[in-house]
């Protein structure tokens, strides 16, 4: 059972980035699939996530209005499409998955992202 994250790059300010989160070996049924990110020198930080079940999503107030998560129940994964892009923006970007209401057990091993002001 694992998640694999993909889709991180460069990207200048501004620009946009769609980042991937695909399980193997679980289904997302009844999880929530939360998008974490973790830049240099700072504590690992929560940006969106999403109910499987019911599509309810979250966001951290720092991306609302830029960032949008999103699942497709066909391909098994989560998106995290990210408009505006800010130099602040940049870090390791890690998705995770654990059932609804019982935090977070399973993570992707990361994607960075990086922005060029």
């Known amino acids: 059972v694992q998640l694999v994250e993909s889709g991180g790059g460069l990207v200048q300010a501004g620009g946009s980035l769609r980042l991937s989160c695909t399980a193997s070996?679980?289904?997302?049924?009844?999880?929530?699939i939360g998008w974490f990110r973790q830049a240099p020198g700072k504590e690992r930080e929560f940006v969106a996530a999403?109910?499987?079940?019911?599509?309810?999503?979250w966001y951290a107030d720092s991306v609302k209005g830029r960032f949008t998560i999103s699942s497709d129940n066909a391909k098994n994964t989560v998106a995290l499409q990210m408009n505006g892009l800010k130099p602040e923006d940049a870090a390791v970007y890690y998705c995770?998955?654990?059932?609804?209401?019982?935090?977070?057990?399973?993570w992707g091993q990361g994607t960075q992202v990086t922005v060029s002001s």
């Open positions: 995770a998955s654990g059932l609804t209401g019982r935090g977070y057990d399973l």
């Open positions: 070996g679980r289904t997302f049924s009844g999880y929530t």
């Open positions: 999403i109910s499987w079940s019911i599509g309810r999503t």
